[in-house]
């Protein structure tokens, strides 16, 4: 059964009234309280020691960091561990590798509180400190606290609730149901009864009303009754009389409302005037009866020129009838005016004259004779003029069209730039790491050879030479990987940016070739919270453009980075490769966001289809990716998914391109290879 205020009682409506006029507030009031409370338990409990256990450790761990003494970290950290609320805390090295790590017990992501401070020597960022703080004490807290709140509000609800229904309904619900029996039994007919009320108060003062009204209903009642039987014989009267008039009305009626033209008939003294119109007439001329019946000034009106009107009366006073006139009167619709072909005859009926006329609308049939020789006589011209305006439309749709392929390609080539500045700034600040560290060793070992030159002109001894052997090895070891790591980092990035400008084919490894580019995008992946997970099994060589296919995969990389993952969310972007049938390979390019809507998908490897206008996207980036792989690396590409399961982009490539595409392949890449990169992206 629905529920439905307008079917609760009075006393129900005012039970419901006043406890909630009681529970809302106190409900606000106490829920204000407990988010007060819980916001200021939050900053004390678990916001301030945060705070200052993450500015302690940073401070901290740089020396160890520095030194890589794990056993000192480990000791501060544990320092840090002794309070319960803790949660977790992990110190990282300059690279990225966790340094000192602990964790009391896994907490839901919602019962955690993070932040996190860089490590800084000598101005200098070698380290990062994350430190998480749960809130599961606090809420436990304020969950006791939140029942007794409860507890002693529900107390005072219950007591302040029963006060002011008492008086409530002593007061007003019992009156006015009092009342209401009283004021039901004056509805059904007994007036003779007046109302007993002894209070005087706004109730006492509506039941005096009542019974005046009573009274005064009683008196008309008596003064109607009487009309009534008065009315009843003069009705009873007249509707004798008019019988034997309708009776033979009735017949003539009958024949003239029958008709299928348009009937008027006019009395001819004094003046002629219309005295009937049949159904037909009323359909074509769109007066109705009342109307046109009713002012002689209405008749006259609906001829368009009087003295028509004054012709057709007097050819039938001469000759008694007429025939095919034509016409023009006035249309009650107001749209337009009607051609009449009018026919009509004189006749006389117990001494008086009537005329009845029969006005025929010939209005469309003049209209269709005149359109059809209009018609011919202007064809020719409009197919003149048509045929030089869609000659002007095509020339004007042709421009436009040149005017947008120049204005893609400019788009295009701008993005293009952008997307190779953010590769080779990504690069630089790659290479920034190790070359700087190489120079701070080199710098150390010049300095200590210098100290040790000094020190053999005066005498060198055998503990020193051990100290500075041992320091040479340690600093030469550094030099070696860093520079090697430098070196890696410029034989990919060369790789990525031969296979990006030259756009040759050549055969290559599909992990290595992955390997590389995943490397070279390093930059923008770090900087983002989402991260890139490769599973291409080993084995599998293709002999196609590794240009085009570092750049679908990079689009497809950013496509995700861009449209699929929120601010908050830490997304992973899966890139699996498999053996297929038919000599082909299958590439997997999968995430864990939210998905692409069904009313999108049809239509997101449109040109400039971006659901980020403005803020970032152009539109051009999946756009770029289907011609890239059904036109260069001759393959297919699909897309499969739900609204908040993530997306699957599946690419079915040849192993072995056709040597037919290589002549496509240039132009294709100059025009299109451009990932989709945000506006103002800095690695």
Same mark, same amino acid.
């Given at each position: 059964?629905?529920?439905?205020?307008?079917?609760?009682?009075?006393?129900?409506?005012?039970?419901?009234?006043?406890?909630?006029?009681?529970?809302?507030?106190?409900?606000?009031?106490?829920?204000?309280?407990?988010?007060?409370?819980?916001?200021?338990?939050?900053?004390?409990?678990?916001?301030?020691?945060?705070?200052?256990?993450?500015?302690?450790?940073?401070?901290?761990?740089?020396?160890?960091?520095?030194?890589?003494?794990?056993?000192?970290?480990?000791?501060?950290?544990?320092?840090?561990?002794?309070?319960?609320?803790?949660?977790?805390?992990?110190?990282?090295?300059?690279?990225?590798?966790?340094?000192?790590?602990?964790?009391?017990?896994?907490?839901?992501?919602?019962?955690?509180?993070?932040?996190?401070?860089?490590?800084?020597?000598?101005?200098?960022?070698?380290?990062?400190?994350?430190?998480?703080?749960?809130?599961?004490?606090?809420?436990?807290?304020?969950?006791?606290?939140?029942?007794?709140?409860?507890?002693?509000?529900?107390?005072?609800?219950?007591?302040?609730?029963?006060?002011?229904?008492?008086?409530?309904?002593?007061?007003?619900?019992?009156?006015?149901?009092?009342?209401?029996?009283?004021?039901?039994?004056?509805?059904?007919?007994?007036?003779?009864?007046?109302?007993?009320?002894?209070?005087?108060?706004?109730?006492?003062?509506?039941?005096?009303?009542?019974?005046?009204?009573?009274?005064?209903?009683?008196?008309?009642?008596?003064?109607?009754?009487?009309?009534?039987?008065?009315?009843?014989?003069?009705?009873?009267?007249?509707?004798?009389?008019?019988?034997?008039?309708?009776?033979?009305?009735?017949?003539?009626?009958?024949?003239?409302?029958?008709?299928?033209?348009?009937?008027?008939?006019?009395?001819?003294?004094?003046?002629?005037?219309?005295?009937?119109?049949?159904?037909?007439?009323?359909?074509?001329?769109?007066?109705?009866?009342?109307?046109?019946?009713?002012?002689?000034?209405?008749?006259?009106?609906?001829?368009?020129?009087?003295?028509?009107?004054?012709?057709?009366?007097?050819?039938?006073?001469?000759?008694?009838?007429?025939?095919?006139?034509?016409?023009?009167?006035?249309?009650?619709?107001?749209?337009?005016?009607?051609?009449?072909?009018?026919?009509?005859?004189?006749?006389?009926?117990?001494?008086?004259?009537?005329?009845?006329?029969?006005?025929?609308?010939?209005?469309?049939?003049?209209?269709?004779?005149?359109?059809?020789?209009?018609?011919?006589?202007?064809?020719?011209?409009?197919?003149?003029?048509?045929?030089?305006?869609?000659?002007?439309?095509?020339?004007?749709?042709?421009?436009?069209?040149?005017?947008?392929?120049?204005?893609?390609?400019?788009?295009?080539?701008?993005?293009?730039?952008?997307?190779?500045?953010?590769?080779?700034?990504?690069?630089?600040?790659?290479?920034?790491?190790?070359?700087?560290?190489?120079?701070?060793?080199?710098?150390?070992?010049?300095?200590?050879?210098?100290?040790?030159?000094?020190?053999?002109?005066?005498?060198?001894?055998?503990?020193?030479?051990? $100290?500075?052997?041992?320091?040479? /090895? #340690? +600093?030469?070891?550094?030099?070696?990987?860093? %520079? &090697?790591?430098?070196?890696? *980092? =410029?034989?990919?990035?060369?790789?990525?940016?031969?296979?990006?400008?030259?756009?040759?084919?050549?055969?290559?490894?599909?992990?290595?070739?992955?390997?590389?580019?995943?490397?070279?995008?390093?930059?923008?992946?770090?900087?983002?919270?989402?991260?890139?997970?490769?599973?291409?099994?080993?084995?599998?060589?293709?002999?196609?453009?590794?240009?085009?296919?570092?750049?679908?995969?990079?689009?497809?990389?950013?496509?995700?980075?861009?449209?699929?993952?929120?601010?908050?969310?830490?997304?992973?972007?899966?890139?699996?490769?498999?053996?297929?049938?038919?000599?082909?390979?299958?590439?997997?390019?999968?995430?864990?966001?939210?998905?692409?809507?069904?009313?999108?998908?049809?239509?997101?490897? $449109?040109?400039?289809?971006?659901? /980020? #206008? +403005?803020?970032?996207?152009?539109?051009?980036? %999946? &756009?770029?990716?289907?011609? *890239? =792989?059904?036109?260069?690396?001759?393959?297919?590409?699909?897309?499969?998914?739900?609204?908040?399961?993530?997306?699957?982009?599946?690419?079915?490539?040849?192993?072995?391109?056709?040597?037919?595409?290589?002549?496509?392949?240039?132009?294709?890449?100059?025009?299109?290879?451009?990932?989709?990169?945000?506006?103002?992206?800095?690695?």
């Amino acid at each position: 059964m629905k529920f439905s205020v307008r079917n609760l009682s009075l006393r129900q409506i005012s039970v419901l009234g006043v406890a909630l006029g009681i529970l809302l507030p106190a409900l606000i009031f106490g829920s204000l309280i407990a988010r007060s409370r819980y916001d200021r338990e939050i900053e004390l409990r678990v916001q301030a020691p945060m705070t200052q256990y993450t500015e302690m450790l940073s401070k901290a761990m740089a020396v160890p960091i520095w030194n890589v003494d794990r056993q000192v970290g480990k000791q501060f950290v544990e320092g840090v561990m002794r309070n319960p609320e803790v949660a977790r805390v992990v110190v990282t090295d300059e690279a990225g590798a966790v340094f000192v790590s602990q964790q009391k017990l896994q907490y839901a992501p919602n019962q955690l509180r993070r932040m996190m401070r860089p490590v800084v020597l000598e101005k200098r960022i070698i380290g990062r400190v994350e430190v998480a703080v749960t809130t599961e004490y606090v809420a436990k807290d304020l969950l006791e606290d939140l029942l007794k709140l409860m507890a002693a509000i529900t107390a005072q609800v219950i007591l302040s609730f029963g006060m002011v229904w008492y008086v409530f309904d002593r007061r007003v619900v019992r009156p006015v149901q009092r009342l209401q029996t009283e004021t039901n039994r004056l509805a059904s007919g007994q007036l003779s009864e007046p109302l007993v009320w002894q209070r005087s108060d706004e109730i006492g003062d509506l039941a005096s009303g009542l019974n005046v009204m009573r009274l005064n209903l009683g008196r008309l009642i008596s003064e109607r009754e009487q009309q009534n039987k008065i009315l009843k014989q003069e009705l009873t009267e007249r509707m004798r009389a008019e019988a034997a008039l309708r009776e033979t009305e009735e017949k003539f009626i009958a024949i003239f409302q029958a008709s299928p033209v348009a009937m008027t008939v006019m009395k001819c003294h004094p003046v002629y005037r219309m005295i009937d119109v049949n159904d037909a007439w009323v359909r074509q001329f769109g007066w109705s009866h009342d109307a046109i019946l009713g002012q002689i000034s209405m008749q006259e009106y609906l001829w368009c020129q009087p003295e028509d009107m004054q012709h057709v009366m007097k050819v039938l006073e001469r000759d008694g009838e007429i025939h095919a006139f034509e016409a023009w009167c006035r249309s009650g619709l107001g749209h337009h005016n009607l051609l009449c072909e009018i026919s009509g005859k004189l006749v006389h009926i117990a001494d008086e004259a009537f005329v009845i006329l029969v006005q025929e609308d010939i209005t469309e049939k003049r209209k269709n004779e005149q359109e059809v020789h209009r018609m011919n006589q202007t064809l020719e011209r409009r197919v003149s003029e048509r045929t030089r305006e869609l000659q002007e439309k095509n020339a004007e749709l042709n421009v436009v069209l040149n005017n947008l392929k120049r204005a893609q390609q400019e788009l295009v080539r701008t993005e293009k730039m952008a997307a190779l500045g953010s590769l080779v700034a990504g690069v630089a600040h790659e290479l920034n790491t190790p070359i700087g560290t190489s120079v701070t060793v080199a710098s150390t070992l010049h300095q200590q050879t210098e100290d040790l030159a000094a020190q053999f002109e005066q005498g060198l001894r055998k503990s020193s030479l051990q $100290d500075f052997l041992s320091n040479a /090895r #340690l +600093g030469t070891d550094l030099l070696l990987r860093n %520079l &090697n790591k430098a070196s890696e *980092l =410029v034989s990919s990035f060369k790789q990525v940016a031969v296979d990006r400008t030259s756009a040759n084919r050549r055969r290559f490894a599909l992990h290595e070739m992955m390997d590389e580019l995943i490397l070279t995008l390093g930059p923008m992946i770090r900087k983002s919270r989402h991260g890139v997970q490769s599973d291409i099994a080993e084995g599998l060589v293709l002999d196609s453009y590794p240009g085009a296919l570092g750049q679908v995969m990079t689009n497809l990389i950013n496509n995700a980075f861009i449209h699929a993952f929120d601010e908050e969310h830490e997304g992973v972007v899966q890139i699996v490769a498999r053996a297929a049938a038919d000599d082909k390979i299958s590439i997997v390019v999968s995430d864990n966001g939210k998905g692409i809507l069904p009313a999108h998908i049809s239509r997101i490897f $449109d040109p400039f289809f971006t659901t /980020r #206008l +403005g803020q970032g996207g152009s539109g051009l980036g %999946l &756009n770029i990716v289907y011609n *890239l =792989v059904h036109e260069v690396l001759e393959g297919s590409i699909s897309v499969d998914s739900k609204p908040g399961q993530g997306t699957r982009f599946e690419l079915l490539l040849p192993a072995v391109v056709r040597a037919a595409a290589e002549a496509h392949q240039t132009s294709v890449l100059a025009q299109d290879a451009v990932p989709e990169t945000p506006t103002g992206y800095q690695p």
